[in-house]
């Protein structure tokens, strides 16, 4: 018998040849020693692959950024613009002010006729501190009534108006000043 396979030299027999016991168990044994290294090789990757979503998902923050806004002078009215959020992504919408001599001021939604939201106190003129969040909870989903925690833990829904409707914040009354912050979060 002089024929072999390529890779993993199994006999190929012709048809002159006998056919003997131990040809056949020398190949099966290369064979099972071929299958079982294969097989180790693909379950390292599969588990390799599947350490790499853990890692991925454990550094991966489920807050998002969604924009800041940093206030250089002293203004007459503010907004903050929702136009661009995709409430369909997010879980809730978390909205941080870093207070610096803010006065107190009346929040509305779309516009300073619109829904009323709530008045802010004289906790947002201290200097240079977080004031309490504002968080929305659109749930994934654009076509809910805007609800929201204020800033004291007020809860207030439904508003009648829908997150897809929702525009922007708008501050009446007292405005931010120079050296405030807005920090508007997407939480999954």
């Known amino acids: ?7 993993y030299q199994l006999h190929q027999w012709q048809p002159q040849d006998k056919f003997l016991r131990t040809d056949f168990n020398q190949d099966l044994q290369k064979i099972d020693t071929a299958l079982d290294s294969l097989a180790e090789g693909v379950s390292r990757k599969a588990e390799q692959s599947e350490l790499d979503e853990v890692r991925a998902l454990a550094t991966q923050s489920r807050f998002t950024k969604l924009k800041e806004i ?6 007459t009215s503010f ?11 997010w879980d ?6 870093m207070a610096y001599d803010m006065p107190q001021s009346r929040l509305y939604i779309n516009s300073s006729e619109g829904f009323f939201l709530f008045q802010t106190n004289t906790d947002f003129s201290q200097r240079e501190a977080y004031s309490p969040r504002i968080t929305m909870f659109p749930g994934f989903r654009a076509d809910r009534f805007v609800s929201l ?7 207030i829904y439904p ?9 922007k914040i708008v501050f009446k009354g007292g405005f931010p000043w120079p050296g405030n912050q807005f920090v508007l979060w997407g939480e999954m």
């Open 79 to 89: 907004e903050i613009d929702l136009s661009d959020v995709d409430w369909t992504k």
């Open 149 to 155: 925690q204020s800033y004291n833990g007020t809860m």
């Open 92 to 97: 809730k919408v978390h909205l941080d002010c």
């Open 159 to 167: 508003t009648g108006i829908l997150f897809l409707e929702f525009h």
């Open 1 to 7: 018998m002089s024929d072999y396979t390529e890779h």
């Open 70 to 75: 940093n206030i250089t002078e002293y203004l």
